[in-house]
Each structure stands twice: as C-alpha cells, then as structure tokens.
C-alpha cells in the first residue's frame, strides 16, 4: 500500500484542527454572553424603615463587592444566601428578600463582580471567590457557616454547589439548576460544547459529595433549563429533595418565597430530628 508522505498528512490534520478550532473560535464569546449578561442595576439606597442594609466588602482577590442584607428577626433564625441567575442583578430580588424575612428567615443577596454596577469580570472562578467573600462577610456579622441556607437559582445554584462542598451549611436550595454549563452549551453549540464553554460550573460531578441536607426546586414548564437536568441532580445525591413545581416556568416562579420557606423549615427539622451517625 502507498502511503502519504508525512508533510501531506500534517496539512490534513491542520486542515481539520483548523475547521473545528474557527467555529470554536467564534462561538466562544457568543456563549460566553450568554452565560453572563450581567445586569447592572444597582441596589437602591435603603431608607431606615427598608429594615436592609448595602453590606460592602472585598474578595481575596480584590475585588470590591457589595450585597444586601436583611438580618433574621430573631437570634436563632437561619440565614439564606442567595445567590441569583444570570440575566438579573441582586437588586432584583430585593421584593423577594423582604418577603422571606417577613416569613422568619434572614437573607443576604449576593452580587457578582460584574454586575449590578459592580467592577470586575464574571467567570467561574470569580463568582466562587465572590461567594467565599459573602459567606465570609456573613462570619464578619456573627453568622457562622452553620446557620447559613445556600440559595442558588439557575447560574447561582452553580456556585452555591461549589460553596456546598468546601463549607459545613445548614442545607443547600437549589431553584432551576443545571447538570453543567457544559450540558447547558449543547443546546447552542452542539458538539462543540466542551471547546467553547469555559466556565464548567459542574455541578453534577459535585453534588453527591455534599452533605448538608439538599432540596432541588424545578418548574415543570422551564424552558431554559430543562427540568430533566433537576431530575439528574436530584438522583446522584441519595437523600436529595425533588420538587417539581407544575405550571412553572424559568422566569415564572410564582409563590418562590413561601415555597422556599417551607422546605428550609422541613429541610432543617429534618436535620435536627436525623439519629447521629
């Protein structure tokens, strides 16, 4: 048999290496604005009677930060980090903070660098750091990690995952989640999915190992995030709590508040009433 010479052969293998890397190439940043759109809405300056406060702080790396903080009515209460999705800013969820305290729990929202106003660049690895760095605020505030409720919605559950395995919490919610970013980007890029979405957020490959008692909260109707990634979550961490919400879609999320609520209370009773191990 003949055989290429050796030159002939490495132009066909650039050839190929060159028409898989281009679209990669352009379909990068079109991805990449997609994961993070990050609104720049500001928090509103708080008025006494607001019952919140603009808590500012900065990350390991040095990014200034600031989040709202509605402090729990009572001593014992537990704390909900919230972390928000993508094509929002913090600030929007300052109707649904209010509403949570009125219903017994404290709340911090989070803000990204980035976002809301804010310097910086998201990414994963910024987003961890910004969450280590509100989690650490919380500490400043005498809220140990003990007390806190990891809040992630769609992007944010991403990052509560991630928070969930380096930290000792209270319980871990996650509304909207996804498998990966990765398994995210196939809905856009196909195949090439791996080559341009650089920000993994793998929470798949995470979630069996977290401890803290887990709820997954899913609409039955999302059309972002399919509601087969929730169920995929919930089955690789035995114990998990699956809650498939009909009628709901991904923006839609009607009665959030009192849904959350009620399966922080039953998640941590639950937990207390656990026998030892």
Same mark, same amino acid.
């Given at each position: ?39 720049? %809405? ?44 993508? %094509? ?24 990204? !660098? ?71 980007? !196939? ?83 639950? %937990? ?6």
């Amino acid at each position: 048999m003949l055989r290429r010479p050796l030159v002939s052969r490495l132009g066909c293998g650039a050839a190929i290496l060159a028409a898989v890397a281009l679209p990669a190439v352009m379909l990068t940043p079109l991805v990449r604005s997609m994961i993070f759109p990050a609104s720049q %809405a500001p928090f509103p300056e708080p008025r006494p009677q607001d019952g919140w406060s603009v808590a500012r702080y900065e990350t390991a790396d040095g990014v200034r930060l600031a989040g709202a903080f509605f402090p729990a009515p009572s001593p014992d209460a537990p704390v909900l980090l919230y972390f928000h999705g993508n %094509a929002e800013a913090a600030a929007h969820n300052l109707p649904l903070a209010n509403d949570l305290r009125a219903r017994g729990l404290g709340v911090f929202l989070v803000e990204y !660098r980035g976002y809301g106003g804010l310097a910086g660049s998201p990414s994963e690895e910024g987003l961890y750091a910004d969450g280590e760095a509100a989690l650490a605020e919380l500490g400043r505030r005498g809220i140990p990690p003990e007390r806190v409720v990891l809040v992630g919605r769609s992007l944010g559950s991403g990052v509560a995952v991630e928070l969930a395995t380096r930290h000792r919490v209270a319980a871990v919610v996650l509304v909207s989640a996804y498998t990966s970013l990765v398994d995210m980007g !196939r809905i856009v890029a196909g195949p090439l999915a791996p080559l341009v979405v650089r920000d993994r957020f793998d929470s798949l490959a995470k979630i069996g190992h977290l401890e803290a008692p887990l709820v997954l909260l899913h609409g039955a109707l999302d059309d972002v995030v399919p509601v087969a990634m929730g169920r995929r979550l919930a089955a690789a961490r035995p114990g998990a709590r699956w809650v498939e919400v009909p009628g709901t879609s991904h923006n839609e999320f009607p009665g959030l508040a009192a849904l959350l609520a009620r399966e922080v209370d039953a998640a941590l009773a639950g %937990a207390r009433n656990a026998p030892p191990p």
